[in-house]
């Protein structure tokens, strides 16, 4: 029993990494255990370290881009397979060339349906939900900026996506998979940049992370990877520009303490500089901690 609520606290704590403007999709925050309600608050501190170009050429940054973000996420069954879930991030950032900016990110909001439950023991058989997940432009983005880019916090696109995760704990190991495929829609941006409006046009994205852990007594410690890759975003004004795509991967390391069998607290590290071959990305380092407490059904 330890083992299971070890295993489901890591998989749905945030361990990756990403800048507040790149991808924004992530392991989903809902329920995959037998819990009626959960809830989850999330501290972090990242830097920004490399820019990647479309060619693959890599720039170090020396401009101390550094960010803090406060999370909140939080999900409640509506019935035994049926579940709704939020995620609420605030940013603040600073650099060397520019004063702090705070304020809310990107919110998103999950339906959750658990798909595949685990309702006999079987040594193979994983446990799943599928979700839906809708993202909302609650922040500044690249497209709305006013501050010299200080101001970032969000991707700037209403987006939705469709995906699977799932869970499985066998001895003194648990095993965690997601995979969600999502579009984003295009939207309209005016000002000195685009010699009056333009129209903003993404694409298709997609994320897919696999992770691992070792569990011993109260204590566990895990990895996983994430790859995040965003088609290329076509803007169309006075005139037309024709973007690159994105992607890159998040290697993360974390070591959770279960407190008792519905709170547990976990610390990660998370790396999009050490693995792949990232193109058209802004890379970081992150640290976080993570709180989540549970309520039994």
């Known amino acids: 029993m330890k083992l299971l609520a070890l295993a489901l606290f890591f998989a749905s704590s945030p361990t990756m990494a990403a800048s507040c403007c790149g991808g924004s999709f992530s392991f989903p925050a809902l329920i995959l255990g037998d819990d009626k309600a959960q809830i989850t ?10 820019d990647v170009l479309s060619s693959g050429k890599w720039i170090r940054r020396k401009d101390d881009n550094r960010a803090q973000m406060l999370k909140l996420e939080g999900a409640v069954l509506f019935s035994d397979s049926l579940q709704g879930g939020f995620s609420l991030p605030v940013h603040s950032k600073n650099s060397r060339t520019s004063d702090t900016n705070s304020g809310l990110g990107d919110v ?8 595949f439950p685990e309702l006999t023991y079987s040594a193979w058989k994983p446990r799943g939900v599928t979700f839906l997940q809708w993202t909302l432009p609650t922040s500044p983005s690249i497209y709305d900026s006013a501050l010299n880019a200080s101001d970032i916090r969000g991707r700037g696109f209403y987006s939705l996506g469709a995906g699977l995760a799932l869970i499985k704990a ?5 095993f965690n998979f ?3 495929l999502h579009r984003s829609f295009e939207r309209t941006a005016s000002g000195d940049a685009y010699n009056g409006e333009a129209t903003i046009r993404p694409g298709w994205g997609t994320t897919q992370s696999l992770g691992v852990g070792w569990n011993r007594g109260d204590f566990r410690l895990g990895s996983s990877l994430a790859f995040l890759y965003e088609e290329a975003i076509t803007i169309s004004g006075s005139t037309t520009s024709q973007g690159h795509a994105q992607k890159n991967f998040t290697l993360s390391l974390a070591g959770s303490y279960m407190i008792n069998l519905e709170s547990a607290v976990t610390v990660s590290y998370a790396d999009q500089s050490l693995i792949g071959n990232p193109v058209n990305s802004s890379l970081s380092n992150t640290i976080n901690l993570s709180y989540q407490q549970r309520w039994p059904r």
């Open 170 to 174: 066998w001895k003194v190991w648990d």
């Open 108 to 115: 998103s909001l999950y339906l959750g349906h658990e798909t």
């Open 41 to 50: 608050g999330t501290i972090s501190q990242s830097e920004i370290t490399d």
């Open 178 to 180: 997601s995979s969600e």
